[in-house]
Structure formats: structure tokens, C-alpha cells
């Protein structure tokens, strides 16, 4: 008889660096600094893993972090292990931390529409044209939104910070 358990974490909260998708600071390449808050409640839940580990090694049963892409988010993997949540960890040079600093909503929103509608017609007709897109210096574009940008060669910068 093979019997399998999985623990699914939906909420970053256990996590020692978030992303903050509901902050108004939220930048898909920035991290903010959980730890503080981690480190109160995420050992009590690495407890609860532990004795789940002691009592599926004990029945002879295998004890691991699935890595699997398509279960593990990537920017996550970093932040758990075989034990649980590592509320140490780093944060890897790839994220850069987020201080919070607001957004201007508007300016954001508008050059994030025309890059989208620009990828879009560029697309459905490679011929169409390629105005240059011009990111605000507080929030420049996400690296998905960059590299559909440069793959569909739509030019693009960063504003000068003001």
C-alpha cells in the first residue's frame, strides 16, 4: 500500500520574503522583508511538519520537498526545504528588496497598456509599428513584460530618475 500526503502553503505568509502582490509597492522582481513576522509563527508551523516527517519515516515512508516546476514556485524554492520553511534565508541577488516606495498608479498603467497592446499588434502583424515605450524610473517594467518587449524588438527604457 502506497499512500501519499502533500502540504500546499496558498498564502506567502510563513514565508521569510514576500512579494506583496497586494501592496501598492508590488513589483514582481522586488522582495519585502517578512522575516520579522516569520519568525513568530513560522517555526511553530516547521513543528508541525517535523513530527508529520518523524511519523512517515517511521512507517517506513519517504519524507521530501517536491521540486517539481509545475508544484514549486521559483520564486519560492529558495525559502523552503525538506524541513520546511527556512525563515533565514537570503534574499538571491536576482530580487532586489522593496522598500515600499508607492508607484505613480497612472503613469504605470499607461506605458504597461501600450506595451501590451504593443506585443499584441506586434503579434498579430509583425510589420506594425514599434513605438518606444518610456517606463517610469520608480517602477520599471517586470521582467516577463521586459522579455516580450525585447522579444518582439518594441524598444523600451527607463525614465531618468527625477
Same mark, same amino acid.
Given at each position: 500500500?502506497?499512500?501519499?500526503? %502533500? ?12 512579494? *506583496? ?39 517506513? *515512508? ?20 525538506? %524541513? ?32 501590451? %497592446?504593443?506585443?499584441? !499588434? ?21 521582467? *516577463?513584460?521586459?522579455? !516580450? ?14
Amino acid at each position: 500500500i502506497r499512500i501519499e500526503v %502533500a502540504f500546499e502553503l496558498y498564502s506567502d505568509i510563513w514565508c521569510p520574503w514576500v512579494d *506583496g502582490m497586494i501592496d501598492e509597492a508590488y513589483d514582481s522582481d522586488k522582495r519585502f522583508d517578512n522575516r520579522a513576522l516569520a519568525r513568530v509563527h513560522t517555526p511553530r508551523l516547521n513543528r508541525v511538519l517535523a513530527v508529520a516527517r518523524a511519523a512517515t519515516e517511521r512507517l517506513g *515512508g519517504r519524507w521530501f520537498l517536491d521540486r517539481d516546476p509545475d508544484n514549486l514556485r521559483r520564486d519560492r524554492a529558495f525559502m523552503l526545504s525538506d %524541513a520546511g520553511v527556512l525563515v533565514e534565508a537570503d534574499l538571491p541577488p536576482e530580487y532586489r528588496l522593496n522598500t515600499g516606495q508607492k508607484r505613480r498608479w497612472e503613469d504605470y498603467m499607461a506605458v504597461h497598456k501600450a506595451a501590451l %497592446a504593443a506585443v499584441r !499588434a506586434v503579434r498579430e502583424n509583425p510589420a506594425a509599428p514599434r513605438p518606444e515605450l518610456v517606463f517610469p524610473a520608480d517602477h520599471p517594467p517586470g521582467s *516577463g513584460l521586459a522579455r !516580450a518587449l525585447d522579444y518582439y524588438q518594441i524598444p523600451w527604457r527607463v525614465a531618468a530618475e527625477e
